[in-house]
């Protein structure tokens, strides 16, 4: 479908973005406005022996430009729930089919190393850091943080829903997940999405393993020195009994317990730095889409030569006087003036095949230029916010390495210098 043809309108359209530099030098939602996510708050829904109970989060926007007069009010708080962000993602997603849109946080709690719901305060929290992470995203994007619909979600707190549904994206979504579940074998696929889609894949692969294996570290470690208050226990238990060694015994033990006690704030950091590489699992996810949108052109192009050569075949056994039911029942030929009609109306109709072909075309060299810019720009992203992460990560195993460490060091100190 071209953009002309969609029910969906984009809000507005910034200058032609033609190269990365113009990609990163366009004015974003994010220069003029600060966007926060200040808390969470647990609602239910129901009678009182049926309770439906769900978070909603509090978005805070402050205009800091003056003259900025894109939205409505230069201080505003609103209250939304996660299904609410989900429209607003699925509707960029459909409304922007070339863009990498930023993704949500998980819905469920995926790599976990213990377990947790969707109504522990840990995960709320997480979860409350992750959508403001994708309200930013969308507000530093140069096309989908200046659409109306997204600025009305950070403002509009009444009929917002009923607006959004009135756009028609929940029917050109439907339309896209019938066109992708239909297999079909691209005559030509283009070599540069093919590349992108496969390394979506792999990405999403290798970021899943790690976080898999992660899961799995961090669970044996926590336990590993949990158990170390086992030690403190005993030392402390054992300096009572102890005249000389009781000092030395009992600073052990405090040593013992710290190990045990630190592993808690480690957990915790490291879990916020999973949740950054998370962001990347289901950005590989969206990079994939969006090798699945041009695919999906890419196939509407094709059947549209399909349909072309079908018609042009037609038009032959229409000239050849072999088009009519009888002719071909019967044999023999049409009568002239049968050929002369059927061959006109198939005329305009190849016109109109190839002018859709030729629409086709352009659509699809449009989506390409578009979705290369958006392509080259997530690679930029991903490297530097995948390096800073993975650093922090190590960075973490580092310092929390060295504080065990130096608690041992200074437990065998305690041990050395008793009497």
Same mark, same amino acid.
């Given at each position: ?92 997603? !459909? ?18 190393? /213990? ?22 995203? !969308? ?42 579940? !239909? ?17 979506? +894949? ?40 102890? +005249? ?27 879990? %916020?730095?999973?949740?950054?590489? +998370? ?31 079908? /018609? ?25 003036? !049968? ?9 305009? /109709? ?10 086709? +075309? ?16 997530? %690679?930029? %992203? ?23 460490? %130096? ?13």
């Amino acid at each position: 479908m071209s953009a002309e043809n969609s029910p969906i309108k984009p809000s507005r359209s910034p200058r032609v973005i033609e190269t990365i530099e113009d990609y990163e030098s366009q004015d974003t939602l994010i220069k003029h406005v600060d966007i926060s996510i200040v808390e969470s708050e647990k609602r239910a829904n129901g009678t009182l022996h049926v309770r439906d109970h769900y978070t909603v989060y509090l978005i805070d926007l402050k205009v800091t430009d003056p003259d900025y007069n894109l939205v409505q009010s230069k201080i505003s708080t609103i209250w939304r729930r996660y299904t609410e962000f989900e429209q607003i993602h699925d509707y960029l997603l !459909v409304t922007y089919p070339h863009c990498i849109v930023p993704p949500l946080p998980e819905k469920k709690v995926l790599y976990a190393w /213990r377990k947790s719901d969707t109504t522990d305060p840990e995960f709320v929290e997480r979860r409350r850091a992750g959508l403001e992470n994708f309200l930013l995203r !969308v507000a530093s994007h140069p096309i989908l943080g200046l659409d109306d619909q997204f600025i009305n979600f950070l403002q509009q707190e009444h009929g917002w829903r009923e607006t959004i549904t009135d756009s028609g994206y929940l029917l050109q979504a439907e339309n896209k997940i019938k066109s992708l579940s !239909v297999s079909i074998r691209l005559k030509k696929p283009d070599p540069e999405i093919e590349s992108v889609k496969n390394y979506g +894949k792999q990405l999403e692969t290798n970021l899943g393993n790690f976080l898999y294996t992660r899961s799995k570290i961090i669970e044996k470690n926590y336990a590993l020195c949990k158990l170390h208050a086992n030690y403190g226990k005993l030392f402390s238990e054992w300096s009572v009994i102890e +005249k000389d060694m009781g000092d030395g015994l009992q600073k052990a033990g405090h040593y013992f317990d710290s190990i045990a006690e630190g592993i808690d704030a480690v957990a915790e950091d490291e879990e %916020q730095l999973a949740d950054q590489l +998370k962001e990347y699992l289901f950005y590989a996810a969206a990079l994939q889409q969006l090798a699945h949108n041009h695919e999906a052109m890419q196939r509407a192009a094709e059947a549209a030569h399909d349909t072309l050569e079908s /018609r042009i075949q037609e038009r032959s056994r229409a000239a050849a006087g072999k088009a009519g039911l009888m002719s071909r029942l019967f044999g023999g030929t049409d009568p002239d003036i !049968v050929r002369d009609q059927t061959t006109r109306a198939l005329d305009a /109709r190849i016109l109109l095949d190839q002018q859709n072909i030729a629409q086709a +075309k352009r659509d699809l060299e449009e989506f390409s230029k578009k979705a290369a810019i958006e392509i080259e720009h997530f %690679q930029k %992203q991903k490297d530097k916010d995948l390096h800073e992460s993975l650093v922090g990560f190590i960075s973490l195993q580092v310092k929390a390495a060295k504080k065990n460490l %130096q608690a041992w060091t200074q437990i065998k100190e305690c041990l050395q210098n008793m009497p």
